[in-house]
């Protein structure tokens, strides 16, 4: 049925209808125009189906993907705002057509462990963020009376470690309070994300380096702490409690291709299990990372190009299920550029904003890898549905559809460009993607009806900050 014939005109005098000859609708792509009503999307239809009293805006043949969502983000605040906050990295994830983000409980004060840090974290939101939001509860040793009072409270899940974080605050969980934690979530649909290494290959591999003098310069010597069967281990008692406790679980920032086999024998058997990897396992491979470079340093590793290939054919054939950024910055002393060692440097790549063009432009560089090349369909479930469904909020993020929110990008898939310092909107401009080459940018970015960042303005972000907190569904 046309748009035209869904409204009467008395119905659509505050309304406004995008159209584009590229839209990702459910269909997948092709020219439609979207109507919205406030701060939803109403109906989908043909290209040239404008009803009577909406206002028109056309993006001619730039793509219209629906908003992206991140839910792998430390914005930090309360309590270290001067490693990033929500202003900064809601900008940046504004500019990067991200639309809703999921912060990660364990680089704030206090951490989110409990019912009064999270109404601490709701309070320095306030007024703050230029997209929605969320945020990850945490598991600690010690802190299972709090997990019922948190699901309450409304966040959408938790996070746990099962090695140090870097934060002393945040501790690792061993098996038995894994279990409990597993147990506790048992029913309430809430996942339990994971930090898959274990520390006993880490320890091990560490001491031997500093035995034989390693150079901490080098970045062979930091990939070497940190080896393949760290996560392979974790993994599979990760799968053990799958099989035990049917809770679904979710393994974050997957670096490890020798993980995989494990991984899709425990997804064909129907085990509650989702993985994500980031872009910069993706992009980059640790052949190409400089010596001292430790912006490029992150747990678990940037591994070699052989693992990169695997990586990528295992997001293809939905082995892996998201893509996420894992944005975890710093001030710049706190990454020792001066005298680089990676032992001594934060963990943590910033990249928020990054993905979809650093995502996009890889495709292109597989080329005949991919089947049947490179599509915005694929970007728009690894980016887009499939971190909304992790998050609680499909239906009403993650997809151009009738009822969802009405959050897009404007995306122009064949602009070529640099990253500069100017293109990074977090706090501090230090990243590995400094100099990459990309196709594809994001030229405009609407939030729920209303635009919150457009590249052709000399305010790039309009108005005022009017993100809000998104509660699972």
């Known amino acids: 049925m046309p748009l035209s014939s869904r409204f009467s005109d008395s119905t659509n005098k505050m309304t406004r209808t995008l159209r584009s000859t590229r839209v990702l609708t459910a269909a997948g ?31 001619g043949d730039a793509v219209l993907l629906p908003g992206l969502v991140d839910t792998h983000v430390h914005i930090n605040e309360p309590g270290r705002t001067d490693w990033e906050g929500f202003e900064t990295a809601t900008r940046a994830a504004a500019a990067g057509g991200v639309t809703m983000v999921v912060d990660m409980p364990l680089n704030c004060v206090p951490e989110t462990i409990n019912a009064a840090a999270f109404e601490a974290k709701r309070t320095a939101a306030k007024g703050k963020t230029w997209v929605d939001w969320a945020a990850w509860g945490g598991v600690v040793r010690g802190n299972s009376e709090e997990i019922e009072p948190l699901a309450r409270a409304g966040v959408p899940g938790f ?61 062979s010597t930091f990939l070497a702490s940190r080896p ?10 990760l799968i053990r409690f ?130 049947p090349g490179p599509t915005l369909e694929r970007i728009g479930q690894w980016l887009a549905a499939a971190p909304a469904r992790l998050a609680g909020l499909s239906g009403r993020k993650g997809a151009i559809a009738p009822g969802a929110d009405a959050d897009f990008v404007v995306f122009d ?34 939030l729920r009806g209303e635009k919150v960042y457009s590249d052709q303005s000399a305010d790039r972000f309009p108005g005022t900050p009017r993100g809000r907190e998104q509660v699972r569904s």
């Open 29 to 59: 792509l092709a020219p439609a125009a979207v109507l919205v009503d406030g701060e939803r999307i109403a109906a989908v239809g043909g290209w040239d189906e404008f009803p009577a009293g909406s206002e028109r805006v056309d993006f």
């Open 159 to 219: 996070k746990c470690f099962l090695i140090h974080s870097g934060i002393d605050g945040f501790a690792w969980v061993d098996e038995a309070e894994l279990r409990l934690a597993l147990e506790k979530l048992r029913g309430t649909g809430l996942p339990l994300l994971v930090h898959a290494e274990v520390a006993g290959p880490v320890e091990a591999a560490t001491r031997e380096l500093n035995a034989a003098g390693a150079d901490w310069r080098k970045y």
């Open 228 to 237: 393949d069967s760290a996560e392979v281990e974790a993994i599979a008692m």
């Open 242 to 371: 799958a099989e035990e406790v049917r809770t679904p679980i979710h393994i974050v920032h997957l670096s490890s291709a020798k993980a995989l086999p494990i991984i899709a024998a425990a997804r064909e058997r129907g085990l509650p299990l989702t993985v994500e990897t980031c872009a910069h396992y993706l992009w980059f491979a640790s052949e190409e990372v400089p010596d001292g470079a430790t912006e490029f340093k992150c747990a678990p590793p940037i591994r070699n190009a052989e693992n990169r290939d695997k990586m990528w054919q295992a997001l293809e054939d939905g082995v892996i299920d998201l893509v996420a950024t894992d944005h975890s910055p710093c001030p710049r002393e706190m990454k020792h550029s001066a005298d680089g060692r990676f032992d001594q440097a934060w963990g943590g790549i910033a990249s928020l904003g990054l993905a979809l063009p650093v995502i996009w432009t890889a495709m292109h560089r597989r080329g005949p890898k991919l089947g």
């Open 413 to 446: 898939a064949d602009a070529e460009w640099t990253v500069s310092e100017a293109d990074l909107h977090f706090r501090h401009k230090i990243s590995p993607y400094l100099g990459a080459q990309l196709r594809g940018r994001v030229k405009e970015t609407w």
